[in-house]
């Protein structure tokens, strides 16, 4: 659920206990600390392998985490079992790195009933 308060002072735009407020984060920058990416994935299948075009097809479950500094209402540092799921509405609003895989064709997002992602909060 995203949820809007707004004062005098602060905009806030909120999803479980976790906010930002409008009036100073911005997506687009990057935050000033340095932001530690962990990435991990499990290959479900090898569907194909192709020696011809050097190729081989996959299913798997990539997963990125990181920690936004910038988010309101996050756990104490240090604090072990804080990873949690965000709406995709916040992550909408947030700033996301960017992730680049060398030499990939292409990929195909699968989803059931509905999308899930989420930071380190």
Sequence with gaps: ????????????????????????????????????VDIDFDILQIIDVDDVKFSVTLSMFFRVRWEEPRIIGLPEKGKEGTWDTIDNKFIEELWVPDIYVYSMKSSEKQQLLTKFAGPSC
């Design 1 to 36: 659920m995203i949820s809007v308060a707004s004062n005098k002072s602060s905009s806030l735009r909120c999803s479980k206990q976790y906010c930002v407020d409008l009036n100073t984060y911005e997506q687009r920058e990057i935050p000033n600390t340095p932001v530690k």
